[in-house]
Nanobody, 123 residues
Framework: QVQLVESGGGSVQAGGSLRLSCAAS?????VAWFRQAPGKEREGVAR????????YYADSVKGRFTISRDNAKNTVYLQMNSLKPEDTAMYYC???????????????????WGQGTQVTVSS
């Protein structure tokens, strides 16, 4: 069983930045960030393999968000710049054990989920 713990959420004004962290208690092949706004479906935001390869970003965050990982710390980061009010959501970290997990935004591909961290962007 792998536990994921997110941190780094908060409230910022539009144009600001936040860095989310996802610390894993064990090995994972793929880690992704999802977000869910009130009344909306959970959507994939970014994902990354253990080796740092095959990065994915949703169109809505390309050029503003950067996913990275520090394998020594077993931690994945999501640097969020130029934040917009529409980025307001609960952000979840998810980990997959299978290599193919990083090819999809399907929630079923991920074996473990964190508890979420709230990001609120005001205009």
């Amino acid at each position: 069983q792998v536990q994921l713990v997110e941190s780094g959420g908060g409230s910022v004004q539009a144009g600001g930045s936040l860095r989310l962290s996802c610390a894993a208690s064990g090995y994972t092949t793929c880690v992704a960030w999802f977000r869910q706004a009130p009344g909306k479906e959970r959507e994939g935001v970014a994902r990354i393999y253990t080796d740092g390869g095959s990065l994915y970003y949703a169109d809505s965050v390309k050029g503003r968000f950067t996913i990275s990982r520090d394998n020594a710390k077993n931690t994945v980061y999501l640097q969020m710049n130029s934040l917009k009010p529409e980025d307001t959501a609960m952000y979840y970290c998810a980990a997959g054990l299978q290599y193919w997990a990083c090819t999809t935004n399907s929630k079923g591909a991920y074996n473990y989920w964190g508890q979420g961290t709230q990001v609120t962007v005001s205009s």
